[in-house]
């Protein structure tokens, strides 16, 4: 099996493996007893907290661990607008900010806190002059990432950062991508990361809450980890993390280049290979592991599998892998394609064969799936005469597709399958209830050059999404 799942989770790293082993001995006992075994506990645990402030250029006391990544995201997010309640109760978050984050915005709301969502433009780069507008005098935090999740495109850390400083505001950061990978800039105020996603043992996080950043943890007092986490600390674990990123960031970075160089490949040679496919992510500034790509009429489930019986591990952000069958709220914020979505994260050591196989077995793979739909190869329609019609108000549609209780991608393979029965500039009404059609119509008009019109409710039930062939 070819794992490429690293932006889940990196593959347990040798040194770490080692470490934790080693630390079960020594480290088992409460860090915080003052006798013999404890503060042998004691002892790893801090060399641990010094190793990870050394890589991150942090003090030691700044340093805090958690439970996981999750949890660590979460508490950042909070703690820093519980220290600032005194300013306001308004956040600013960007949209694409990974769903530990979002979440804890909606609780922000729930107790009666206001949070602003900035845009992103279609790479998932985030809207530096939006975000500045959104600041306001009772603004108490702005949390961006540090690179996305789902497609690798690094956030303008620096000038997010220069904004804040100029407002006051602290700048927390999600950087559970970036941390072991590549250096995160400057200017933040609070970071989150997780020690699994850079060869750590899972069940790993961590908070770092510069110092001059007010901060109230929302959880239950604790004396523990600064007062910012409470319960027992993994020592073991901790050690076996603190080791493998002091591994990391310490190796060559001609493995990041190799492993760009890599995606590079898949980035080109996918669309060569794969008819109607939309790769996205910013090209250049992205991480050097991660690529995404969309694949028009095919279900993203449907494709993972088949790929993991071809011998490769991939992930999924589209709506049709999600067991809410809502789109990836950050594929819908970049406005592109949602269904038949892939991600492809190569873990440190991937071989250039195995991602050659992978170009290699691809291209029958989405073939053999579409192969089932009856969609043809091209649908009508040509950029260069589409421009200059996008805002024509419509008519009654000439031709009206029922896909009502029809889930992700069928509506768009319905509509790419019957446009062409009808004339140039006609327009085609597909009738879905499904979510995901609201963003994936669109996008597939972007592919193809045809108009979307826009919506209006639909007959008997759901959105009329309109499109006109040109």
């Not at 729930?110 to 500045?132: F, I, N, S, Y």
Request: charged share 20%; net charge negative.
């Amino acid at each position: 099996m070819s794992y490429f799942d690293a932006a889940s989770a990196e593959p347990l790293h040798p040194a770490a493996r080692a470490a934790f082993l080693s630390a079960m001995d020594e480290g088992w006992a409460d860090p915080a007893r003052l006798y013999h075994d404890g503060r042998r506990a004691g002892v790893l645990l801090d060399a641990a907290r010094e190793t990870v402030a050394s890589v991150l250029g942090v003090r030691p006391d700044e340093v805090s661990f958690t439970g996981s990544g999750t949890q660590a995201a979460q508490l950042a997010l909070l703690g820093t607008l519980g220290g600032r309640r005194r300013v306001g109760a308004h956040a600013v978050v960007s949209a694409v900010e990974h769903s530990s984050v979002l979440h804890a915005a909606e609780l922000h709301e729930a107790k009666g806190g206001e949070v602003t969502r900035t845009p992103v433009d279609r790479t998932g780069r985030v809207d530096v002059e939006a975000l500045a507008a959104a600041l306001r005098p009772d603004t108490a935090a702005v949390a961006v990432q540090s690179a996305n999740h789902e497609v690798g495109t690094l956030q303008p850390l620096s000038e997010v950062a220069e904004r804040c400083a100029a407002a006051g505001i602290p700048l927390v950061v999600d950087a559970a991508q970036s941390v072991g990978r590549v250096a995160v800039p400057d200017g933040w105020s609070v970071l989150a990361a997780s020690a699994h996603k850079w060869g750590g043992p899972a069940g790993v996080g961590l908070l770092v809450v510069r110092k001059g950043t007010r901060y109230v943890s929302p959880l239950p007092y604790d004396e523990r980890e600064a007062r910012r986490v409470p319960g027992f600390v993994n020592v073991p674990a901790i050690v076996a993390a603190a080791v493998a990123l002091g591994a990391v960031a310490t190796g060559d970075d001609a493995e990041n280049r190799r492993l760009s160089a890599l995606v590079d490949r898949i980035r080109t040679r996918v669309p060569e290979t794969v008819p109607d496919v939309e790769v996205v992510g910013d090209p250049v500034h992205r991480l050097p592991h991660i690529v995404t790509f969309s694949c028009l009429y095919v279900d993203g489930e449907a494709l993972l599998h088949a790929l993991d019986r071809a011998g490769f591990a991939v992930s999924s952000g589209s709506s049709c892998t999600s067991s809410t069958l809502t789109p990836s709220h950050v594929l819908a914020a970049m406005g592109v394609l949602t269904q038949g979505n892939i991600r492809v994260s190569l873990p440190q050591g991937t071989p250039d064969a195995e991602v050659d196989r992978f170009l290699a077995v691809l291209p029958g793979i989405v073939a053999d799936l579409r192969a089932v739909t009856g969609v043809p190869s091209a649908a009508p329609g040509g950029h260069a005469a589409a421009e200059g019609v996008r805002d024509e108000a419509a008519g009654e549609p000439d031709l009206v597709l029922d896909t009502l209780g029809r889930r992700c991608p069928i509506p768009v393979i319905e509509l790419a399958k019957h446009i062409g029965e009808v004339p140039e500039g006609g327009v085609v009404a597909v009738v879905s209830d499904d979510e995901a059609a609201r963003l994936d119509v669109p996008a597939w008009c972007e592919m193809t050059g045809n108009v979307y019109l826009g919506e209006r409710p639909g007959e008997p039930g759901g959105v009329a999404y309109l499109v006109r062939r040109v």
